[in-house]
């Protein structure tokens, strides 16, 4: 069973950075892997931020291109999501996730995938920015 694990949360001012880290470990079956960032702001639906395949292709959603950035240190196992310039509407519980499938692609700041052998929340991590 894969665990997900997100750190680098906090408050801070409009304009400013954080950066998320996700990390991963355990197993989540035989398979192609892509993660992703969600965000939810309570009484909304979760939506997608960002997501990376495991051939290194991203994906954005267009509310976050050109501010946020998605990676994956393959040797640590961990994903980040470096998020710069941010605004008040950023405000949000971001949860990493990630699937394993037969195969996968990205768009719309998600994964989709195929014939899915697994997937894995984490906890989320609350990040608030004030103007």
């Known amino acids: 069973q894969l665990q997900l694990v997100e750190s680098g949360g906090g408050s801070v001012q409009a304009g400013g950075s954080l950066r998320l880290s996700c990390a991963a470990s355990?197993?989540?079956?035989?398979?192609?892997?892509?993660m992703g960032w969600f965000r939810q702001v309570s009484g909304k639906e979760r939506e997608g931020v960002a997501a990376?395949?495991?051939?290194?292709?991203?994906n954005y959603a267009e509310s976050v291109k050109g501010r946020f950035t998605i990676s994956h240190d393959n040797a640590k196992n961990i994903l980040y999501l470096q998020m710069n310039s941010l605004k008040t509407e950023d405000t949000a519980m971001y949860y990493c996730?990630?699937?394993?499938?037969?195969?996968?692609?990205?768009?719309?700041?998600?994964?989709?995938?195929?014939?899915?052998?697994?997937?894995?929340w984490g906890q989320g991590t609350q990040v608030t920015v004030s103007s």
């Open positions: 355990g197993y989540m079956g035989y398979g192609v892997y892509c």
């Open positions: 990376i395949d495991s051939d290194g292709t991203t």
């Open positions: 996730a990630a699937g394993s499938y037969a195969a996968s692609s990205v768009r719309d700041g998600r994964c989709y995938g195929v014939g899915e052998k697994g997937n894995a």
